[in-house]
């Protein structure tokens, strides 16, 4: 069961042994959700449903210019944000980015901050930018999550003892809400420039704002591309033509509930082959826990990188508890004709690899894996795009968001909250605020 006539194709022939009732219930409701979320777009948390399509080159040249003016200025930028605002970045440039850096290297040196609490850490990333030219980038949508928080008071101090004020002020970037928030009032009373998430976009639907857009300018990757290939995304699945089942989206959002609902699958593991895609797994991980892990509800997600973890949770995938399942995500084609030298019979019982493809190995070790797991009652999604573009992490990125909002509204939970993050911060605010007033 596979459609392959999408930008992103979704592959069940691994997945269900036959289309059930039970799946085609789950295919139709997510068609009647999808119609209603367009229904409620201009609802809060609601806004990155059409932001693809409604970002036009004005904003994109916006940020190209003060990417261009923070890299005139600093050979290395922090980027500081936790959670959405910064895991949606890093997720672009990892799977973008060469895999070892090129030694001369024409873009700043991107450092990301303020996702920990280390005062250990954070010493030795104040020690590391002794000698650099630095800025920073800050994203938060509303200033007052600590770990950014501190993070930008360190790195600000620095900056301001370092050049002056005038001088810190053209090295600071803040991305936040457009009207409202700490760091909003931080970046209007200090002069700062800004850029803005809408109000409508929660922080882990805003890769494609300037919150992911911005540090991928700085290290020259194509915005345009990511854009217009999100773009294709939004207008094919949203488009009343296609069929549900065809849509893949829904597939995707209907298959998952469909294990964790009717087979008892309540892990999902996100992997791939190729190391550049598995990085999205850090992304893709918090997009899908905090939108559905609520009211006692939710696929556990996490994310491996084969074939490395083959080799440390592959005997628990292959002979563990069955409640697991995996999506796998691959390309089409390769863009590497890398071949194995010649190999000598005497030296190892594998000279039939001599002269072998390394893309070929690489996609047999895949086929090989994905039927033991199956043999091995684990149910395998395969997700493949054309090739790993721009365009197509763009239009990899939307399928996610729309098909995660889809399938937590499979569960009847609201995707778009995440009241449990709130339950921690509040705690920890009140012990810190407890402990200062015993000082």
């Known amino acids: 069961m596979a459609y392959e006539g999408s930008l992103v194709s979704v592959s ?12 085609e219930e789950l295919i139709q409701r997510s068609e009647q959700h999808l119609r209603s979320l367009l229904f409620r777009r201009e609802e809060s948390g609601m806004g990155w449903i059409n932001y693809p399509s409604s970002t036009n080159s004005f904003d994109l040249n916006q ?57 250990e850490v954070s010493q030795q990333l104040l020690d ?5 030219s630095i800025g920073l980038i800050v994203v938060s949508k509303s200033g007052n999550t600590l770990e950014p928080f501190i993070a930008f008071s360190l790195l600000e101090k620095l900056l301001y003892e370092r050049y002056g004020k005038e001088e810190a ?11 409202k928030g700490a760091l909003r009032e931080i970046a209007t009373s200090r002069g700062y420039t800004s850029l803005a998430i809408p109000s409508s976009i929660g922080g882990r639907f805003s890769v494609l704002s300037p919150a992911g857009l911005l540090p991928a300018c700085l290290r020259g990757l194509d915005i345009t591309a990511l854009m217009e290939g999100a773009v294709a995304m939004e207008r094919e699945l949203l488009s009343k033509k296609l069929g549900a089942i065809d849509n893949p989206a829904i597939r995707y959002a209907a298959s998952r509930q469909f294990l964790y609902q009717h087979q008892g699958k309540k892990i999902e593991l996100f992997t791939s082959f190729d190391p550049y895609l598995s990085n999205l797994g850090e992304w893709w991980k918090q997009l899908f826990a905090e939108s559905e892990g609520k009211e006692g509800k939710g696929i556990f997600v996490s994310t491996a990188t084969f074939t490395t973890d083959l080799h440390s949770v592959g005997q628990w995938i292959q002979q563990g508890e069955r409640t697991i399942f995996e999506t796998i995500l691959s390309t089409k084609s390769s863009t590497c004709d890398l071949l194995v030298p010649a190999i000598d019979a005497k030296d190892t019982s594998h000279h039939y690899l001599s002269g072998m493809d390394l893309s070929h190995i690489e996609r047999s070790a895949e086929k090989g894996t994905i039927e033991a797991h199956v043999a091995g009652g684990v149910p395998v999604i395969q997700i493949r795009i054309p090739s790993r573009k721009d365009f197509y992490i763009g239009a990899l990125l939307y399928f996610f968001e729309l098909a995660v909002a889809i399938s937590g509204s ?3 939970i609201n995707p778009f909250d995440q009241p449990g993050v709130e339950a921690y911060k509040n705690r920890m605010y009140s012990l810190l605020k407890r402990n200062n007033n015993k000082e």
């Open 410 to 412: 499979l569960m009847e």
């Open 12 to 23: 069940l022939e691994n997945t269900l042994k036959e289309r059930s009732s039970d799946f």
């Open 63 to 119: 940020q190209r210019t003060i990417a261009q003016e923070l890299a005139s200025l600093c050979d290395t930028i922090v980027v500081i944000g936790i959670g959405g605002s910064y895991v949606g970045a890093k997720s672009i440039l990892a799977s973008l980015e060469p895999f070892f850096p090129p030694k001369e290297d024409q873009y700043p040196e991107l450092i990301f901050a303020g996702n920990y609490l280390s005062g």
């Open 169 to 179: 002020r053209k090295r600071i970037v803040v991305i936040t809400d457009p009207e």
């Open 128 to 132: 590391y930018l002794q000698d650099r």
